[in-house]
């Protein structure tokens, strides 16, 4: 309860002038942020904060927020969700005022305010939930509606403004905020300071806000013009030898090919970034600071074309946000995605410049349709676009959907529309909202008005609702030729929607001729006329090109015919849809599509093809087998992904193998050869494995509890030299422990918020705290941690609630699991819809095994 004098008058009954106002609620309602929309402008924050150099000492802030009022009528609430105690005093337009703080609000009374210019200012000490605190170093992270926990703020999107700020840290830091550094000044005494004053910002929304320090190092390049500047804490000299280049040059493009296809020069300031270990997320768009987590950026000799694409795709997608996200958000984080799928669609084509060799098609298809399908094929799967009504649930909007079905979706409008049209559109978009909001409807109005389909309709299904077609198809045939072929689609929950769409499907026949022909999907049965009268194929691949959105039907024949597919798209294509139909239950069972991986697996000779099958591979093995199945098999899915790895020419290729063969190995004298490679660190002829893949190989050693003359995690420890890396292996020991004892007491310390505090580190433990080989031990875990989601959505970054039960459930099989998610859910029947939503969708592989995994034997202790 608030314990200063203010809070008695937080208790007493609101005067009616405010209880005609949104009422002072926990969050930031959709309600009060189009309130204070139509009556604050101009806000501007100067904050100065003190970051001592012990992480347990409070963190003392000065704010002074300055904004322009319409109507001094009602009060105005500031969005500060953290302890009353941390405000210390207030001052409104030069005089004090008692801190009225409730409901993660600082309220500003109508007495002390005037129309126009009002200043407020407030010292305070500084919350921590999103600072991110180490002991050497800390950083932001206030998307979506974080900012608030740090100090008080208007935290919505579209009350953009500009940001002051003056960081005094401990001597020897660097640091690095939204705007360039205007001075600094060394303070010597027995604990030296040192004090950074930034410029201020750009007018940016505050979720943007950000800054990092601590013991960095700075690395200055210019290119192409442009000063860029980044601050890491790698130590490995191979991985800044082969990296730095790649980091600086990656961005340089992105930049260029951003600039030439928007039509607008870089909006902002400066374009620095800053590279953080066991960051959150892949990367975070804040202006003139992005931040990276270190994996992405940092790769060495053993980076496989996956990895070597991903950074490119990484950089390029924040870079991207720089005009979209950043030059024009979104009005409401209902629109959040439109900033996620521009930033992921400019990725892949600047991709497609910026790598040489890489196939954009196929990258297109390894990437976006796996994720996005095993999203939208569950009971969880959510629309495009959703709404919300409370800034606090914005975090359950991300998620696959948006990263992945939105490309799709727009891939489709720019081949509906036309690639000039379109992006003479996105241009048209950018110049009208630059510096502002917007919303989808917005966009779609630019759009509608260059084509003359009729894109409000097409939006209502593709945009507005989740869910996918199921494709069937009639080909009539007479004296070798065909007479007529024609496709149908339904709704997957066999609902009316239709997806209209463009695809191609591929005519096979013997020794390897084909015919392509287009299908423009706009009815719920389609005929091609193009079909007619050309010679009866051996089957027909759908989707050859990997561009429609579905569940297409695929032919027995196929399974013998994968490797005459020479488009290296066609068979990824095919991969996908076979995965899809075995999890339908059609056409072919999980033990037998395994068996044609198996062949597949020596005659694939793509290296991103490679990278999906061996994933299904794994998938099959631990999700869709049941232990008896697992144990016959084995022994010839060792040998074979040895023997594969043993005849592939591609050093990438032979390491994506041989992680498979870790991932999977069971039996004793694979255990035994993957213990040889990691004692003498002597990796396969022609594969390289570095300081990581040899902490990954431990890893796999000790969750088989692998009888080794020494304990391997402790001796791993020893060889690891950089002190971030050492950290994250330490947290995770205990999680592949070999007592059961230690496991539950790991268990126990994830119930407390600080255990949780790294992120990355707790889903990378849950996974072997849960792993295939633990459940029989672990399962019992599975009530409380379901238990905890709600909690872990209030307390956790934005992709912890869905990471956490990924982490949790995703390799469960039996049937007491599903029934501890279905009576779980029973006994909730209010839970928070978003929540329900992720837990149904991370629980869907489970409830598929129950299905198709023949009677599998539950596993007891």
Known sequence: MPSTPASAAAQAPAPATERALPPVEKGVSEA???????????VAYDLNLTIPAQKTEPIAAVESVSFNLRDNSDPVQLDFKAPTEYLHSLTVNGQPVAIDHRNEHLVLPTASLKPGRNVAEIRLRAGEQSLNRNADYLYTLLVPDRARTVFPVFDQPNLKATFTLALTVPAGWQAMGNAPVRDSVLNVGSSPTKQYTFAASDSISTYLFSFAAGKFTRVNRTLNGRAMSLLHRETDPAKLRLSLGPIFQLHAD?????????????PFQKFDFVSIPDFQYGGMEHVGAIDYKASTLFLDEGATQDQILARSNLVSHETAHMWFGDLVTMQWFNDVWMKEVFANFMADKVTQVAVKNSNYDLKFVIDHYPAAYGIDRTAGANPIRQPLANLQDAGSLYGNIIYHKAPIMMRQLERLMGPTAFQQGLQ???????????????LIDILDARTPADLQAWNQVWVNQPGRSVFSYDLKTSAGKITSLSLTQRAEDNSERLWPQLFEVLLVYPGGRTKELTVNMTARTVALPQAAGQPVPSFILFNS???????????RQLTGQLAALKNPVARATAYVNLYENMLNGQVIKPQELLAVYRQALTREPEELNLKLLTGQVSDIFWHFLSPTQRLAVVPALEKDLWAALQKNPAANSKKLLFKTYQSIALTKPAEDRLYQIWQAQQAPTGVKLTEDDYTALALALAVRDYAAPQPILPAQLARIKNVDRRQRLEFMMPALASDVATRDAFFESLKDEKGRDKEAWVTAALGYLHHPLRQATSQKYLPASLELLEEIQLTGDIFFPYS???ATLGSYQTASAASTVRTFLQAHPDYNPKLRAKLLQAADDLFRAERLVPAAVEMTP
């Open 32 to 42: 009060l942020a189009v309130a204070r929309k139509k009556n604050i402008s101009g």
């Open 428 to 442: 048209e978009y950018l110049r009208k909202y630059a510096h502002g909001n917007a919303t989808w409807p917005d």
């Open 804 to 806: 956490w039960l990924q």
């Open 545 to 555: 090109t990997g561009l429609g959105y579905g569940v297409f039907p695929v032919a």
């Open 254 to 266: 992105a930049l260029q090919f951003m600039e030439q296809y928007t039509g607008l020069p870089y």
